[in-house]
């Protein structure tokens, strides 16, 4: 990016940098998939160990990378970055929200809610972290606690169709809500982790990103691969989830300053990030087609190796 380019790196280098940068990274990520696939097909992992797996994720690593992007030296322009970033995930999830409203009935529960929240925690923070540095999962962090805010909100909602099923309680006690708070404070006040405890959280956190893909390979390899590529649905809801967004998203972070380029690029790379897995959780909770979720997770994920780098060399241009 250009605030951290090195001089003799032109505007065009440095976007064909990015790109390829996040290419590769989401290629990994893709064997990692295949990975978690070919477990449950030999029957290594079964329906009950990926979803232990998913829980580790959600109550532990997922956690854990939030506490330590936010184990840094405090700053005021750190804090200043934290509340931008803050500003620019709200408005970018509100976006999302929208156009998933615009696009679907309110029949489409699935695809209402999976169009909305992307996959930020599970994919956006290690792709992040992987392309953009440690300082950028700080940046995130924002972004994947309202997100799960408003999974527990409005997606709740969308999902089930009764408000009266909304709980505070879900939302105070949410793992990801709790972490971001702690990191917060870690961050703010004049205390430190031992050595030995920051040590553990960041080999943790460095879990998120493989154990995350081999859950969602493990979902792929609960669905019949012909019937993956058959359903309209599920196109129209990659071609909203994966471009349509992200790139509504550039327009709404064009106008902050310049200086919050790493920030933006953030931002972008969680908003632009395939359908999350939540959505299949959810909508076995509220009795939905489970396996249309499933479909439209593992699809997104599928086509995101392409469409994440072409929406960040979309953004090196204009952002």
């Not at 999302?96 to 994919?123: D, Q, W, Y």
């Not at 396996?291 to 994440?308: D, G, P």
């Amino acid at each position: 990016m250009r605030g951290d380019r090195p001089c003799y790196l032109t505007e065009t280098e440095e976007s064909m940098s990015i790109t390829l940068l996040l290419l590769k990274q989401n290629l990994i990520m893709m064997l990692y998939l295949i990975v978690g696939y070919f477990l449950f097909k030999k029957k290594l992992v079964g329906t009950q160990g990926s979803a232990d797996i998913g829980r580790m994720l959600l109550y532990i690593v997922m956690p854990c990378a939030i506490i330590n992007s936010c184990l840094e030296e405090f700053s005021l322009e750190k804090l200043e970055g934290l509340a931008v970033s803050f500003l620019a995930a709200l408005f970018a999830l509100l976006l999302a929200i929208v156009v998933s409203r615009l696009t679907f009935s309110k029949e489409r529960g699935i695809e209402r809610f999976g169009t909305a929240f992307s996959n930020a925690g599970f994919i956006g923070i290690p792709l992040v972290q992987m392309t953009l540095g440690e300082e950028a999962v700080f940046y995130i962090a924002s972004f994947v606690a309202l997100l799960n805010i408003l999974q527990w909100t409005y997606g709740v909602v969308t999902m089930s169709g009764d408000r009266s099923t909304i709980s505070p309680k879900k939302i105070a006690t949410n793992p990801i809500v709790i972490s971001f708070v702690i990191g917060i404070l870690l961050f703010v006040l004049p205390v430190s982790l031992p050595d030995a405890i920051s040590g553990v959280i960041g080999t943790v956190a460095s879990m998120n990103g493989p154990l995350a893909m081999i859950v969602l390979g493990t979902y792929l390899a609960q669905c019949q691969l012909r019937t993956l590529f058959t359903d309209k649905m599920v196109y129209r809801s990659a071609l909203i989830r994966l471009l349509v967004i992200p790139l509504l998203t550039i327009l709404i972070l064009m106008p902050f300053p310049e200086k919050y380029e790493t920030l933006k690029f953030t931002i972008l790379i969680a908003a632009a990030a395939p359908i999350g897995s939540n959505v299949a959780i959810f909508a076995q909770l509220y009795h939905a087609d489970y396996t249309q979720a499933v479909r439209e997770v593992c699809v997104t994920t599928i086509f995101s190796i392409l469409t994440m780098p072409l929406v960040i060399a979309v953004a090196n241009y204009v952002l």
